[in-house]
C-alpha cells in the first residue's frame, strides 16, 4: 500500500510514537498531543451540549487529564486510533457533566424556557428549522436522563459514528454486550421521547 | 406509526446530531487554552512519570521505614525507663510541614524579595514559604508559581506572599499589577484570595488580572476576568461575582502607602485601555470591556512609547547587550500587554534571553511566543529554543 500525505517528517509523529512518548514521561510531546487530539475532543463535546458552554475550556482540560492518564497508566489497549480513544473519553466527561447540570436543575430549566419562548413570526422553512432544533436539545436532553452506559454507547454509534466492535473495546465490553446497551438505549430513548410527546 | 418506523426516527435524529456544524474559534481564546492545557499536559506526563518510579521504588521505602520504626519503638521503650523530661512548648505541626506559598519560576529584569527585613534579589526557582515581599522595578516582571497555577507580577509592582493555610492561600497587592492563572479548580473549601488595600479577589479556578494603582494620591482596584468567577469583597460583604470578560473597578480612594517597600518606590502602572476612562466612579462598577475599549482616547499615545521602548531593545540588541535587550522588551510587553508590537516583542524577547545565556527564561518566552502566535514568523526559532531545552534535561 503506498501512504499519501506528503513529507512523513510534516505529517509529525505516529500515534504510537506519542503514546510511547507519554508512557516514557516524554512532556516536550505535550503540544503535539493536544493538537493532534483537539479536534476529537473538541467535536464530542460541541456535539453533545450543542453549543460551546461557558466551562468549555475547563471539560477540555479535564479530558485531557483523562487522556493522558488513561494513556500514561496503560489503560489505552493501542485497539483503536488515539483520535477515537479521545473522543470517547471527552463524550463520557461530557455526558458527566451534563448530568450534573441536570441535577442542578439550571441549564435544562433555562433551555426549557428557550424551547418555550414564543417564537417570532417566521417563514415556514424557518419554523421547520427551530422545530428541528428544538427536537435536538430534546434529545440531548433525554440522553442525559438515561442510564450513562446507554446514552455513551447510542451517543458514540450513531452520532459520532463508531462501530460496535470500537466502542465495545472502548468501554470495555463483549460486542454482544454494546449491542445490548445500544438498543436497549435507542428502545428507551423512543419511549422517553413518546412520553414527552404524550405530555405535551 | 409503526414501531421500526419510530425507531428509524431516533437514529435520524441522533445522526442530525452528528452531522452538527463545529464552528471555528476564536484564535485567542484557543491559543490561550492550549497554553494552559499544554502545560498541564506537560507536568500531568511528568508527574505520572514521578508517580510510577515513586511505585516501583515503594517496596525499598516500606523496608526502610519498617527498620526506622523497629529503632523508633527501642527509642520509645528506653524513654519510658528514662526520667521525665521537662515539659517544652507544644510545637505546631503546620510550622514543621509548612507548605510553600511559591516558587519563582520567572524573573525578568529587576526583581527584589525580601524576607525577614532582608531583601536580595529574587532567583528562579526560590521557594516562598509566606511572609515574603516581592517588588518588581520598571520594566520587569516576575512569575510565581501558586497552588495548581501561576501568578504573574507586573512591572513596578509589590506584592506580599502571606503564609498559606490549610484553607487559604492569599496575595496581598499593594500596588501595580498581577495576573493570576489557576488552570485547577481548587478543593472544595480552599481558595486562593488576592487582596488589595480596597477589596479582596476569591478565586476558585480561574485567570484574572488585578490593578492596584492611580494618579494623583487616589488609588483603585481593578479586576478583569478571563476565564471562569471570581468574587469581590469589601468590608468582608460580597459586593461583585465577576464571569469571563468582565470587569469591575473599586471608587477611587486616596491611595494607601505600601508599608516599607522593598526596594523600589510605588510607580503607577499605566495600562493601555484603561487610562482614559473618564469621571471617577462613586461606587463600584462593573466595567464592560467594549465600552472600555470605546472610550475616548482609551489606546491613544501610547504608540510612540511603545515604539521607543522596542527600540531601545533593538539597540540594546544590536550593541550585542542580550541582557539589556531582554529587559527592554519585557518592559514593554508589561507595560503594553496587547501592543501592536507584541509579536516582535516576544520573538525579540526570548532571543534576547537566549543571547544573554538564560535558556530558562528564553524556553519560558519562547513557549509564550508559540502559544500566542502558533503560526507566527519566529515559530521555527521559538520551537528550536523550547525543544532545545528540553533536551537538556
Same mark, same amino acid.
Given at each position: 500500500?503506498?501512504?499519501?500525505?506528503? #513529507?512523513?517528517?510534516?505529517?509529525?509523529?505516529?500515534?504510537?510514537?506519542?503514546?510511547?512518548?507519554?508512557?516514557?514521561?516524554?512532556?516536550?510531546?505535550?503540544?503535539?498531543?493536544?493538537?493532534?487530539?483537539?479536534?476529537?475532543? #473538541?467535536?464530542?463535546?460541541?456535539?453533545?451540549?450543542?453549543?460551546?458552554?461557558?466551562?468549555?475550556?475547563?471539560?477540555?482540560?479535564?479530558?485531557?487529564?483523562?487522556?493522558?492518564?488513561?494513556?500514561?497508566?496503560?489503560?489505552?489497549?493501542?485497539?483503536?486510533?488515539?483520535?477515537?480513544?479521545?473522543?470517547?473519553? %471527552?463524550?463520557?466527561?461530557?455526558?458527566?457533566?451534563?448530568?450534573?447540570?441536570?441535577?442542578?436543575?439550571?441549564?435544562?430549566?433555562?433551555?426549557?424556557?428557550?424551547?418555550?419562548?414564543?417564537?417570532?413570526?417566521?417563514?415556514?422553512?424557518?419554523?421547520? %428549522?427551530?422545530?428541528?432544533?428544538?427536537?435536538?436539545?430534546?434529545?440531548?436532553?433525554?440522553?442525559?436522563?438515561?442510564?450513562?452506559?446507554?446514552?455513551?454507547?447510542?451517543?458514540?454509534?450513531?452520532?459520532?459514528?463508531?462501530?460496535?466492535?470500537?466502542? %465495545?473495546?472502548?468501554?470495555?465490553?463483549?460486542?454482544?454486550?454494546?449491542?445490548?446497551?445500544?438498543?436497549?438505549?435507542?428502545?428507551?430513548?423512543?419511549?422517553?421521547?413518546?412520553?414527552?410527546?404524550?405530555?405535551? | 406509526?409503526?414501531?421500526?418506523?419510530?425507531?428509524? #426516527?431516533?437514529?435520524?435524529?441522533?445522526?442530525?446530531?452528528?452531522?452538527?456544524?463545529?464552528?471555528?474559534?476564536? =484564535?485567542?481564546?484557543?491559543?490561550?487554552?492550549?497554553?494552559?492545557?499544554?502545560?498541564?499536559?506537560?507536568?500531568?506526563?511528568?508527574?505520572?512519570?514521578?508517580?510510577?518510579?515513586?511505585?516501583?521504588?515503594?517496596?525499598?521505602?516500606?523496608?526502610?521505614?519498617?527498620? %526506622?520504626?523497629?529503632?523508633?519503638?527501642?527509642?520509645?521503650?528506653?524513654?519510658?525507663?528514662?526520667?521525665?523530661?521537662?515539659?517544652?512548648?507544644?510545637?505546631?505541626?503546620?510550622?514543621?510541614?509548612?507548605?510553600?506559598?511559591?516558587?519563582?519560576?520567572?524573573?525578568?529584569?529587576?526583581?527584589?524579595?525580601?524576607?525577614?527585613?532582608?531583601?536580595?534579589?529574587?532567583?528562579?526557582?526560590?521557594?516562598?514559604?509566606?511572609?515574603?515581599?516581592?517588588?518588581?522595578?520598571?520594566?520587569?516582571?516576575?512569575?510565581?508559581?501558586?497552588?495548581?497555577?501561576?501568578?504573574?507580577?507586573?512591572?513596578?509592582?509589590?506584592?506580599?506572599?502571606?503564609?498559606?493555610?490549610?484553607?487559604?492561600?492569599?496575595?496581598?497587592?499593594?500596588?501595580?499589577?498581577?495576573?493570576? #492563572?489557576?488552570?485547577?479548580?481548587?478543593?472544595?473549601?480552599?481558595?486562593?484570595?488576592?487582596?488589595?488595600?480596597?477589596?479582596?479577589?476569591?478565586?476558585?479556578?480561574?485567570?484574572?488580572?488585578?490593578?492596584?494603582?492611580?494618579?494623583?494620591?487616589?488609588?483603585?482596584?481593578?479586576?478583569?476576568?478571563?476565564?471562569?468567577?471570581?468574587?469581590?469583597?469589601?468590608?468582608?460583604?460580597?459586593?461583585?461575582?465577576?464571569?469571563?470578560?468582565?470587569?469591575?473597578?473599586?471608587?477611587?480612594? =486616596?491611595?494607601?502607602?505600601?508599608?516599607?517597600?522593598?526596594?523600589?518606590?510605588?510607580?503607577?502602572?499605566?495600562?493601555?485601555?484603561?487610562?482614559?476612562?473618564?469621571?471617577?466612579?462613586?461606587?463600584?462598577?462593573?466595567?464592560?470591556?467594549?465600552?472600555?475599549?470605546?472610550?475616548?482616547?482609551?489606546?491613544?499615545?501610547?504608540?510612540?512609547?511603545?515604539?521607543?521602548?522596542?527600540?531601545?531593545?533593538?539597540?540594546?540588541?544590536?550593541?550585542?547587550?542580550?541582557?539589556?535587550?531582554?529587559?527592554?522588551?519585557?518592559?514593554?510587553?508589561?507595560?503594553?500587554?496587547?501592543?501592536?508590537?507584541?509579536?516582535?516583542?516576544?520573538?525579540?524577547?526570548?532571543?534576547?534571553?537566549?543571547?544573554?545565556?538564560?535558556?530558562?527564561?528564553?524556553?519560558?518566552?519562547?513557549?509564550?511566543?508559540?502559544?500566542?502566535?502558533?503560526?507566527?514568523?519566529?515559530?521555527?526559532?521559538?520551537?528550536?529554543?523550547?525543544?532545545?531545552?528540553?533536551?537538556?534535561?
Amino acid at each position: 500500500m503506498i501512504e499519501g500525505g506528503g #513529507d512523513p517528517a510534516a505529517r509529525g509523529p505516529t500515534d504510537e510514537q506519542l503514546v510511547d512518548a507519554v508512557q516514557s514521561g516524554n512532556s516536550q510531546m505535550a503540544g503535539q498531543v493536544y493538537d493532534r487530539l483537539l479536534g476529537a475532543v #473538541d467535536h464530542a463535546l460541541y456535539r453533545v451540549f450543542g453549543r460551546r458552554e461557558h466551562d468549555h475550556d475547563d471539560l477540555v482540560q479535564a479530558a485531557f487529564e483523562q487522556i493522558v492518564l488513561t494513556l500514561s497508566r496503560r489503560s489505552y489497549a493501542r485497539a483503536c486510533s488515539l483520535q477515537t480513544w479521545a473522543s470517547t473519553i %471527552a463524550t463520557h466527561v461530557a455526558f458527566n457533566a451534563l448530568r450534573a447540570r441536570r441535577r442542578e436543575r439550571r441549564v435544562f430549566d433555562r433551555d426549557a424556557n428557550n424551547v418555550a419562548e414564543p417564537e417570532p413570526p417566521a417563514s415556514s422553512d424557518l419554523e421547520r %428549522a427551530a422545530g428541528a432544533r428544538a427536537d435536538l436539545e430534546r434529545v440531548r436532553w433525554l440522553l442525559a436522563q438515561m442510564k450513562p452506559e446507554r446514552a455513551e454507547t447510542v451517543f458514540l454509534h450513531d452520532v459520532l459514528g463508531h462501530d460496535l466492535a470500537e466502542i %465495545a473495546l472502548m468501554t470495555r465490553v463483549s460486542v454482544a454486550a454494546a449491542q445490548s446497551r445500544l438498543v436497549r438505549g435507542r428502545r428507551e430513548l423512543r419511549e422517553r421521547l413518546t412520553k414527552e410527546q404524550l405530555m405535551s | 406509526m409503526s414501531e421500526p418506523e419510530r425507531l428509524d #426516527d431516533v437514529v435520524q435524529t441522533l445522526g442530525e446530531l452528528g452531522k452538527t456544524a463545529v464552528p471555528v474559534e476564536e =484564535p485567542q481564546r484557543a491559543a490561550y487554552r492550549r497554553e494552559r492545557i499544554v502545560r498541564l499536559i506537560g507536568s500531568s506526563i511528568t508527574a505520572e512519570k514521578r508517580r510510577s518510579r515513586n511505585a516501583v521504588a515503594r517496596p525499598w521505602l516500606a523496608a526502610a521505614a519498617a527498620v %526506622a520504626l523497629a529503632f523508633g519503638a527501642a527509642g520509645t521503650w528506653r524513654s519510658f525507663r528514662a526520667p521525665a523530661p521537662k515539659p517544652v512548648a507544644a510545637v505546631p505541626v503546620t510550622a514543621v510541614q509548612r507548605a510553600t506559598a511559591g516558587e519563582a519560576r520567572l524573573v525578568s529584569g529587576d526583581v527584589s524579595v525580601r524576607r525577614n527585613d532582608k531583601t536580595f534579589s529574587l532567583q528562579v526557582g526560590e521557594v516562598l514559604v509566606g511572609g515574603e515581599v516581592v517588588a518588581t522595578a520598571p520594566y520587569s516582571v516576575a512569575e510565581i508559581g501558586i497552588a495548581s497555577g501561576r501568578a504573574e507580577l507586573g512591572a513596578s509592582s509589590e506584592l506580599e506572599v502571606l503564609s498559606p493555610t490549610a484553607k487559604e492561600r492569599r496575595l496581598r497587592l499593594r500596588t501595580g499589577s498581577i495576573d493570576v #492563572d489557576l488552570p485547577h479548580k481548587l478543593e472544595a473549601g480552599k481558595h486562593l484570595v488576592v487582596e488589595t488595600p480596597d477589596a479582596e479577589v476569591l478565586v476558585v479556578g480561574t485567570a484574572f488580572t488585578v490593578n492596584y494603582g492611580g494618579d494623583q494620591g487616589a488609588a483603585k482596584t481593578e479586576v478583569h476576568v478571563r476565564r471562569g468567577t471570581v468574587w469581590i469583597v469589601q468590608g468582608g460583604k460580597q459586593r461583585a461575582v465577576l464571569r469571563a470578560g468582565d470587569q469591575w473597578a473599586s471608587a477611587t480612594s =486616596p491611595a494607601i502607602a505600601p508599608a516599607a517597600p522593598a526596594r523600589i518606590a510605588p510607580v503607577v502602572v499605566a495600562h493601555r485601555g484603561r487610562s482614559g476612562r473618564g469621571g471617577t466612579p462613586s461606587r463600584p462598577v462593573a466595567v464592560n470591556r467594549a465600552t472600555e475599549a470605546n472610550a475616548p482616547g482609551a489606546d491613544s499615545g501610547t504608540l510612540a512609547e511603545e515604539n521607543r521602548l522596542f527600540q531601545a531593545g533593538l539597540t540594546a540588541r544590536n550593541a550585542g547587550d542580550g541582557a539589556g535587550a531582554a529587559d527592554a522588551f519585557s518592559g514593554l510587553l508589561a507595560r503594553y500587554p496587547r501592543s501592536v508590537l507584541r509579536e516582535q516583542a516576544l520573538a525579540e524577547q526570548f532571543r534576547a534571553l537566549e543571547r544573554a545565556g538564560r535558556s530558562s527564561a528564553a524556553a519560558v518566552a519562547a513557549r509564550r511566543y508559540l502559544a500566542s502566535y502558533p503560526n507566527g514568523f519566529a515559530r521555527a526559532d521559538a520551537e528550536r529554543v523550547t525543544s532545545g531545552l528540553l533536551g537538556d534535561r
